[in-house]
């Protein structure tokens, strides 16, 4: 165990698959850096330094830089995963998709099922993703949701860096093509990390607080914040679960209904725009499945139907916080 | 084709010229010494260093034509006539920035003037500039419309597939790779195949290489290129080698060139420097002139930011207005 911030945690992921496997390799632009100039080998290390210090030890072989090609790139790595290689590609901002999202999700995600099961695409496309950087419109959507949509998916959004060094490595292992979200505000968070490598399961959330009164459904960096809200709301004699779901492809729909049914009064926390996110989601399936027991109508608390607003005034509007969560909280408690 | 020299310019040319270059050096000095005090949010990609570029083809250029321009676009919002104080306003957030503080540097626009926006996607630009060349050809507006990308952005499939469209559609187009070495830490003697002139040749594409510290030389390839498109000879594609002299973004700790190389090309090749010595030993333009243009802009940045420091945020009444069209 030592302390690891979520950087060092993804980092430390990729070099231990990475010398535990020899066909783990990862692309992306500047994920190095230095291509083809005079300065500095291991320049950058992607635009937050996330895979710096890995080419040292694997070579340029393994550790490929990119033009600013992404339908070219990320369908490369999508191709080298059906056929031997476990590729890692960043997509640097998730609000990129836009520019590959063929390759993702005509072909990444539906290799296995057109082709009858006869193939594998262990893909790992690592993107960040969220508000909060002042980073303005195209640099701090969410857009998870999108993924989560599309059958052969699988979305991961890790909450810390225990989560993300766990989540990453069942990520590489898996044999599917997983989206691995990684939130920009929170690469400097720092909490103890096992040293040796470990595995969390996909679809299976992790409940990161228990109480009987409110049920909190949560993700992301937005984890963080429910817990802030459920402790401080203790004092005040409401106790929340909060459910990190880790992934929302799958789902882990047991945890959730079993949650809601013990409190009956549900919020859904969720940093994306709020038509068909993933608070819709939970909602609906709580009102399928548990209506009878719910005691209050189910709150979602997110992001505006907006894009994400450069000015900080905006932006921290935007983003759900911790003093909205509180008071849906509050609300869903008293009702 | 006759390609004047540009020192035959009118001296008012020349003078709009140096003021164009002044103010994008004044301007982008001064939110690199500002973003380094914590006061101005965000990503800013700056543009000093690449003026000649900006300046050689918007001096040919009205408010009926239309520019794409880059995360690096300051310096083609001030060539192409945006208001220094309201970009400025919006570098810092400000309700009555040129977006309303919604867009900030990498955003900026000012659809009024024919800037269709600095763009946050690599790449995004090329094909909406095919759509402005659509529009200008359709209703016969006269205008033509010019995509900066740059080396970087010339590997994007957007960017090639702009090329090939533009000619099939003989769109009035002209596409300018600003080539400023790099491409965040990646070199572009790296990331690009084969060259710019041989891929625009690949698509039918006439194409001219210059060299982008010399005000000039941008200027008459700008001048022929734009020429082109306007009198119906189609798209065509100038490679500008230039160079950038602050980091990648502000923020960017640079250490994948030397010191030694930005240094040579600030010292031997700055655009500002080469103009004002041709100018000054032709004759056309004095000293005073000269450096009364460059206090000028400093004076007009400087009101800029004061402006920009007191101007008041938006507020929660601005969160959700201009989603949609409001009827
Ligand atoms: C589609 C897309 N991919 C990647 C990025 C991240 N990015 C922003 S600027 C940049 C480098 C651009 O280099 P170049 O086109 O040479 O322009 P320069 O910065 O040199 O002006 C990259 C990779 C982006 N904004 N959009
Ligand atoms: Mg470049």
Redesign the pocket.
């Known amino acids: 165990m030592s302390r690891k911030t979520y950087r060092q945690a993804i980092n430390e992921a990729l070099a231990q698959e990475m010398r535990r496997d020899p066909t783990v390799v990862f692309m992306g632009?500047?994920n190095v850096g230095g291509m083809g100039a005079p300065g500095e080998d291991d320049a950058w290390g992607g635009v937050l330094g996330v895979t710096k210090g890995l080419m040292p030890e694997f070579g340029r072989e393994r550790c490929l830089d990119t033009p600013?090609s992404?339908s070219a790139f990320i369908g490369a790595a999508v191709g080298a995963a059906a056929t031997g290689l476990r590729p890692v590609a960043e997509l640097?901002?998730v609000d990129?998709m836009g520019?590959c999202l063929d390759q993702i999700f005509n072909q990444a995600a539906k290799f296995r099922y057109m082709f009858g099961g006869k193939a594998v695409t262990p893909v790992v496309i690592r993107t960040m993703y969220g508000a909060g950087f002042r980073a303005a419109s195209q640099h701090s959507q969410c857009l998870y949701p999108i993924f989560t949509h599309i059958p052969g998916l699988k979305v991961v959004m890790p909450s810390s860096p225990y989560e993300a060094k766990g989540l990453m490595i069942q990520a590489i292992r898996d044999d599917d093509p997983v989206i691995f979200l990684e939130h920009k505000v929170l690469y400097d968070d720092e909490e103890e990390v096992p040293d040796d490598p470990y595995t969390l399961p996909f679809g299976e959330a992790n409940l990161t607080r228990e109480g009987n009164d409110v049920t909190l459904v949560t993700l992301g960096r937005m984890v963080k914040f429910c817990n802030e809200v459920a402790d401080k709301l203790e004092g005040d004699g409401i106790r929340c679960s909060v459910i990190d779901l880790r992934t929302t492809s799958p789902l882990d729909e047991d945890t959730i209904l079993e949650n809601a049914e013990e409190t009956g009064r549900v919020v859904i926390v969720d940093e994306s725009n709020p038509r068909c996110n993933i608070a819709t989601d939970i909602s609906a399936l709580i009102a399928q499945n548990a209506f009878d027991a719910l005691k209050a109508p189910i709150k979602m608390v997110t992001a505006p139907h907006t894009p994400p607003p450069f000015a900080p005034e905006l932006e921290d509007l935007y983003i759900p916080d911790q003093a909205k969560i509180e008071a849906a909280v509050r609300e869903v408690a008293a009702h | 084709m006759a390609t004047p020299s540009g020192l035959q310019l009118p001296r008012e040319d020349l003078l709009r010229a140096y003021r164009m270059m002044c103010d994008i050096r004044a301007f982008e000095d001064r939110v690199h010494e500002e973003f380094a005090t914590g006061t101005i949010p965000g990503f800013v990609?700056l543009y000093a260093g690449e003026e000649a570029s900006a300046t050689g083809f918007m001096m040919h250029l009205g408010n009926k034509d239309y520019i794409a321009s880059?995360?690096?676009g300051h310096g083609h919002c001030i060539a192409k006539g945006c208001d220094i104080k309201a970009m400025m306003k919006e570098i810092y957030g400000r309700r009555d920035g040129l977006c309303g503080g919604k867009g900030g540097s990498m955003h900026i626009a000012d659809l009024d003037k024919g800037m269709m926006g600095a763009n946050?996607?690599?790449?995004g630009g090329p094909p909406l500039i095919c759509g402005a060349a659509l529009s200008a050809k359709t209703l016969k507006t006269g205008g033509v419309a010019i995509a900066f990308?740059?080396?970087?952005?010339s590997n994007?499939g957007t960017t090639l597939e702009s090329y090939n469209l533009a000619k099939v559609w003989d769109l009035p187009a002209v596409f300018v790779v600003?080539d400023?070495r790099?491409?965040?830490s990646t070199a572009?003697v790296w990331s690009v195949g084969g060259s710019q002139l041989k891929r625009a040749e690949g698509f039918g594409l006439p194409g001219r290489k210059v060299d982008g510290q010399d005000f000039f030389a941008v200027y008459e390839a700008a001048q022929e290129a734009i020429e082109r498109a306007r009198g119906g000879g189609g798209p065509s594609l100038v490679h500008v080698e230039t160079y950038?002299y602050y980091g990648?973004f502000e923020g960017d700790a640079i250490t994948y060139r030397t010191p030694e190389e930005t240094d040579e090309v600030r010292a031997q090749r700055d655009c500002l420097n080469l103009f004002r010595e041709r100018v000054t030993a032709a004759g056309v333009l004095d000293a005073a002139q000269i450096d009364e243009i460059e206090a000028q802009a400093k004076a007009l940045v400087d009101e800029a930011v004061a402006e920009a420091v007191a101007a008041a945020p938006p507020g929660e009444q601005d969160l959700m207005t201009d989603v949609y069209v409001a009827y």
Do not use: C, K, L
Request: cysteine-free; hydrophobic content about 30%.
């Open positions: 632009e500047d600013i992404e640097m901002f990129f520019v | 990609h880059t995360h690096r946050g996607i690599v790449g990308v740059g080396d970087g952005g994007q600003e400023n790099y491409a965040e572009s950038r990648h």
